[in-house]
Nanobody, 123 residues
Framework: QVQLVESGGGPVQTGGSLRLSCLASTNSYSRYCMAWFRQAPGKEREGIATIENDSTTDYARSMKGRFTISRDNAKNTVYLQMNNLKPEDTAVYYC?????????????????WGQGTQVTVSS
């Protein structure tokens, strides 16, 4: 069982940067594959990136370049650095966790989700 709490969202202007954090409350954080997703109004939730315990990462094709996922196992925290933000990046950003694997299975099979943090990019 793990609880996830995201932070770091907020308003930002086009071209700006934000770093999101997700704190996991668990004694076995290193077991979990961590991921970031986002959901814009009226759209389906979409995956951004995953990161394994050894920091191996995988990005959705459309997310490569401006987004960087990282994790600090000592702090039970996963991060999402977002650069050169655009209005179309406006969404609720969620972190998620699972232990089965670290694959982009669809439907998404992440068993644990945070409540999300809102990112609003203004032009």
């Amino acid at each position: 069982q793990v609880q996830l709490v995201e932070s770091g969202g907020g308003p930002v202007q086009t071209g700006g940067s934000l770093r999101l954090s997700c704190l996991a409350s668990t004694n076995s954080y290193s077991r979990y594959c961590m991921a970031w997703f986002r959901q814009a109004p009226g759209k389906e939730r979409e995956g951004i990136a995953t990161i394994e315990n050894d920091s191996t990462t995988d990005y959705a094709r459309s997310m490569k370049g401006r987004f960087t996922i990282s994790r600090d196992n000592a702090k039970n925290t996963v991060y999402l650095q977002m650069n050169n933000l655009k209005p179309e990046d406006t969404a609720v950003y969620y972190c998620a966790a699972k232990t089965i694997d670290c694959l982009w299975n669809y439907p998404y099979d992440f068993g644990y989700w945070g409540q999300g943090t809102q990112v609003t990019v203004s032009s």
